[in-house]
């Protein structure tokens, strides 16, 4: 999960991105299947209160807004949308679901149904008829929403925020390299010729809750690490971590100073200022740049460009998205009409309207919406299409549980990688150290 601050600090103006991404806001014809909907009849009186968090980039808050009040017109059920804090998200929702009372539908984080899977419905007869009509779920919808383990559906995934490479092209051909380099040798090598011109790359490892995360279980992945494995036993004490850590030990000395301390608007303000050429982030670095007010700055949006980081072991991106994740609450007096309104937002004249607008901040769940006009828009957005195509997520390989959700937000894996850059561990303590504090949550590995 990233933090506000950073997402908050790069909200843009409606207008101005709308008009950047898509003149006309025009529209691509997505690919339908064949498929009846589940009947949900409103309940007589039903009313609905949405949970949510808070807008990403603008048009997020405002078309969502005008996608519920079509609701309404449609159903006649009027429904409240509250939008909060990234901060303030997960606790209101531990509130809600341990008392029993509260919004109908929370739009919570990828793994909050697993920790609420007794307090939540079954929604297996709607993510059905949704995959049926739309070309499939995504492998990283499938995980989230899904009870772990079985075909139970228990939360809507509406759609994953990924993080590639963000680099300019132009200090990439000064450092001598015509193209990003998609294997790890070649990575390393393209950093450390950055750092040479005096253009470094820069990559959060402080408590960054997106950006370190993001960096650090890239390492892990890309070198086949793992933190548990798929019976949840804690498995990151192993070779690959070990590799994983000296490959970090290798790239700290040619970023940038002052890694260790960065927190999520670290990165972004240090592309912006020009003091890194290469990073890690969502498409908000771009698209601030492209809509920057100094002229200087807006016209680097040209020399931007964004890549999948290096596969490694791993055989695809070794990448996840930060998801949001719809959960009706069984103390809804109006499950009909809760189901109903996650339809409605899931269907395409609502659904594209919001992808559309989010300007590729959001990656589509559901596989019909690859098509979507947006990822045409822009070729440099088209890594951000892919963000839910990958079978990597927090936890990665094991269930996802209260165990694997206290270790991120625990910064296990970022300090262990945090700890061999400064040169307070070795790669062998470093990784046995994490997997002692990793089996405090998970149990005695």
């Known amino acids: 999960m990233a933090e506000i601050t950073?997402?908050?600090?790069?909200?843009?103006?409606?207008g101005a991105l709308a008009a950047a991404a898509l003149p006309g806001r025009a529209r691509a014809a997505i690919p339908v299947g064949s498929a009846t909907p589940p009947s949900y009849p409103a309940e007589n009186g039903a009313t609905l209160r949405v949970l949510r968090p808070t807008k990403f980039v603008d048009p997020d808050e405002t078309i969502f807004r005008e996608n519920t009040k079509a609701f309404t017109d449609a159903t006649g059920v009027p429904v409240r949308v509250d939008f909060v804090s990234w901060e303030d998200l997960r606790p209101q929702t531990a509130v809600s679901a341990n008392t029993g009372a509260g919004p109908d539908i929370i739009i919570g984080w990828g793994d909050d149904p697993h920790l609420y899977a007794e307090k939540i419905m079954d929604l297996t007869d709607l993510a059905d008829y949704l995959g049926a009509k739309y070309g499939g779920w995504y492998q990283l919808a499938e995980i989230y929403g899904r009870q772990w383990g079985t075909k139970t559906w228990i939360a809507i995934p509406l759609g994953g925020s990924s993080g590639p490479a963000v680099y300019r092209m132009s200090w990439l051909k000064e450092a001598g390299f015509d193209k990003f380099p998609g294997d790890l040798d070649g990575f390393l090598k393209l950093c450390q010729a950055l750092q040479k011109t005096g253009h470094p790359s820069g990559f959060a490892l402080g408590h960054a809750v997106g950006d370190a995360n993001a960096f650090c279980n890239w390492m892990l992945w890309a070198h086949g690490g793992s933190l548990a494995d798929e019976k949840g036993q804690v498995a990151i004490d192993s070779k690959a971590t070990v590799d994983a850590l000296n490959y970090c030990k290798e790239l700290y000395p040619v970023m940038i100073p002052g890694t260790l301390s960065w927190n999520d608007a670290s990165n972004n303000k240090a592309f912006e200022a020009g003091q890194i050429a290469l990073t890690q982030n969502g498409v908000s670095i771009y698209y601030s740049i492209k809509n920057s007010k100094n002229p200087?700055?807006?016209?680097?949006?040209?020399?931007?460009?964004h890549q999948f980081?290096?596969?490694?072991?791993a055989g695809g991106p070794p990448e996840t998205s930060l998801v949001v994740n719809a959960m009706v609450f069984k103390h809804t007096k109006y499950p009909n009409a809760a189901r109903d309104y996650l339809r409605f937002m899931m269907e395409e004249p609502q659904y594209d309207k919001w992808l559309t607008g989010c300007l590729g901040y959001w990656s589509q769940p559901l596989k019909a919406y690859a098509q979507s006009a947006i990822w045409s828009s822009d070729p440099k957005l088209l890594p951000y299409r892919e963000g839910m195509n990958t079978p990597f997520y927090w936890g990665y390989r094991g269930p996802i549980t209260d165990a694997s959700s206290a270790v991120s937000a625990n910064y296990t894996v970022v300090d262990m990688f945090a700890s061999v850059a400064s040169g307070a561990a070795t790669p062998e303590a470093a990784a046995a150290a994490a997997a002692k504090q990793a089996a405090r949550y998970y149990g005695k590995s």
């Open 309 to 313: 980081m290096p596969f490694g072991k």
């Open 6 to 14: 950073r997402r908050d600090s790069l909200i843009l103006g409606t």
């Open 296 to 305: 200087d700055v807006a016209k680097m949006a040209d020399d931007i460009n």
